[in-house]
């Protein structure tokens, strides 16, 4: 069964998969500074092709492979939190950042007979 368990914020933030901070990759920060904060979780996505303020296309086509291809960092929690750990970001001044509302659906197993 599908239960709606309330609105939260989404916030993504899109940046290169080669952007560093400290020898390291952005979004790895991100996440780690997203599990010492308790946000109820973080996910990355690998882009396959983009652009971003570069206006350069970068692509994983054989071709023209690109080494910088476009990440995105998402974490949904509630609008507190999210606010709260925008500092965070403007710390590691890194790229595009998006909020979103959304509405929170946990999807569970059927349930136990009687």
């Known amino acids: 069964m599908t ?47 983009g652009f971003g303020a570069s206006s350069m296309i ?3 086509r054989l071709l023209s492979l690109s080494e910088d291809l476009p990440v995105a960092v998402v974490i949904v929690d509630t609008e507190e939190r999210i606010r709260a750990f925008l500092p965070q970001l403007d710390e590691l001044a890194c790229g595009l950042v998006t909020l979103d509302r959304c509405e929170v659906v946990h999807r569970t197993g059927p349930e136990t007979p009687r």
């Open 3 to 49: 239960r709606p368990t309330g609105t939260a914020l989404r916030l993504t933030v899109f940046l290169g998969e080669s952007d560093l901070w400290h020898h390291r990759p952005v979004y790895t920060e991100i996440v780690h500074r997203a599990h010492r904060a308790e946000l109820a979780g973080a996910s990355v996505f690998h882009g396959v092709e």
């Open 58 to 60: 970068h692509t994983q």
